[in-house]
C-alpha cells in the first residue's frame, strides 16, 4: 500500500482518503479549498487504490459498466488503513469519493475509529448496501453525504438507483440519531470532485471540532 501525506504531519487531525491517479491530480486543489473552508491545522493520507472495483468492494457485484466486475477487497484495504491510525492522541476522519465514498461508509460499520465519515457521490447504488446498512450499526457518530443532480438521471439502470439509494440511507441515519446532512451539487458525477471532497471534509470537521468553518 503506497501512502502520500499532506499537510502538517504534527496536526492532532487526520484525514484519510483512498484514491486512484485521478484523484491524486486534484489532492492539492482539495486541500486548498479545504484549508480555505475550516480553519483546522490538519493531515491528510490519500491511500493509493491499484485495483479500485476490488479494493473498494465489501462483496462480489456483477459489472454495471464495462466488463470489470466488483470484488470483495474492502476488508483487506481496511486491514491496511487501520495502522494508520494507531495514535490515540489523535483524531481519525475517513472518506473518498465514488466508491471510495460507499468503502468509507461501509468502513464506518466495522470499526468505531473514525470520528467522522466524508462520502462525496458515494456509489450507494451499490447492489445490497442500503439493507446492509439497516441491518448493522454504524459506529461513526458524524456522517457527511453528497450526490450531484444529475447523477440519478443515469442511463444505466443500476446506477440511477444512486439518488432514491442515497435518500433512503440519509433517512435511515437520521432516524438513527447520526449526526449527518445530504448536500446537493450541480452536474453530473464527475464535476469538480475535488470541491466536492473539501466540502464533505470541512463539514464533518466541524461538526467533530466545533464550528470552526469559514462560512464555505
Known amino acids: ?18 484514491v486512484d491517479d485521478h484523484d491524486m491530480a486534484g489532492i492539492e486543489a482539495e486541500i486548498a479549498g479545504l484549508q480555505r473552508l475550516i480553519d483546522v491545522d490538519f493531515s491528510l493520507i490519500a491511500v493509493k487504490v491499484d485495483r479500485w472495483n476490488s479494493d473498494l468492494s465489501p462483496w462480489k457485484a456483477p459489472a454495471v459498466f464495462g466488463d470489470e466486475g466488483f470484488g470483495d477487497g474492502a476488508g483487506e484495504t481496511l486491514a491496511n488503513i487501520m495502522p494508520l491510525c494507531g495514535n490515540g492522541d489523535k483524531t481519525y476522519y475517513l472518506g473518498g469519493y465514488s466508491l471510495a465514498g460507499l468503502f468509507s461508509l461501509w468502513a464506518a460499520y466495522q470499526t468505531d475509529v473514525f470520528a467522522g465519515i466524508a462520502a462525496a457521490s458515494p456509489s450507494v447504488w451499490f447492489p445490497g448496501f442500503v439493507g446492509y446498512m439497516k441491518e448493522h450499526t454504524i459506529q461513526s457518530p458524524t ?9 440519478e438521471k443515469s442511463r444505466n439502470p443500476v446506477m440511477a438507483k444512486v439518488g432514491d439509494c442515497l435518500r433512503d440511507g440519509y433517512a435511515w ?3 438513527q440519531g447520526v449526526r449527518c446532512t445530504l448536500e446537493w451539487n450541480k452536474g453530473g458525477h464527475f464535476k469538480e470532485p475535488e470541491n466536492r471532497m473539501a466540502r464533505a471534509f470541512a463539514w464533518v470537521l466541524a461538526r467533530g471540532s466545533g464550528d470552526l468553518s469559514r462560512g464555505g
Open 173 to 175: 441515519l437520521s432516524e
Open 1 to 18: 500500500m503506497v501512502t502520500f501525506e499532506y499537510g502538517d504531519a504534527k496536526a492532532s487531525t487526520v484525514l484519510i482518503q483512498p
Open 143 to 151: 456522517v457527511y453525504l453528497s450526490l450531484g443532480d444529475k447523477e
